[in-house]
């Protein structure tokens, strides 16, 4: 089955840093626009991070913007997601997408494909 394989998440406390990766199986990432997404119980997916498509920069929710950096290694076929100054609210389990599109807004993550299992990131205060 074609999906992103996400790794890197772990139990920190309040302040420190994670550097997640999201590995794509069996197709290449550079043509996609790719995002970072996470869910906790009981809420909804929430877009973090994107990149890609008609956007020359990546574009961050409020709440992590300064804090979190996206980048891509397209010839690893990887994306990462490092997360400086972690708060207890950053918790919950992190997702990276795919969208086939020309643009994306994070807050649509049905319009993103190819979830991984995901890896869980708990920040504790």
């Known amino acids: 089955q074609f999906q992103f394989e996400e790794s890197g998440g772990g139990s920190v406390q309040s302040g420190g840093s994670l550097t997640l990766s999201c590995s794509a199986n069996?197709?290449?990432?550079?043509?996609?626009?790719v995002a970072w997404f996470r869910q906790s119980p009981g809420k909804e997916r929430e877009g973090v991070a994107g990149l890609g498509g008609i956007y020359p920069a990546p574009t961050y929710a409020a709440s992590v913007e300064g804090r979190f950096t996206i980048s891509r290694d397209n010839a690893k076929n990887v994306v990462y997601l490092v997360m400086n100054d972690l708060k207890p609210e950053d918790t919950g389990t992190y997702y990276c997408?795919?969208?086939?599109?020309?643009?994306?807004?994070?807050?649509?993550?049905?319009?993103?494909?190819?979830w991984g299992q995901g890896t869980q990131v708990t920040v504790s205060s």
């Open positions: 997408g795919r969208n086939n599109r020309p643009s994306y807004e994070l807050s649509h993550f049905w319009e993103f494909d190819y």
């Open positions: 069996a197709f290449n990432i550079e043509p996609y626009i």
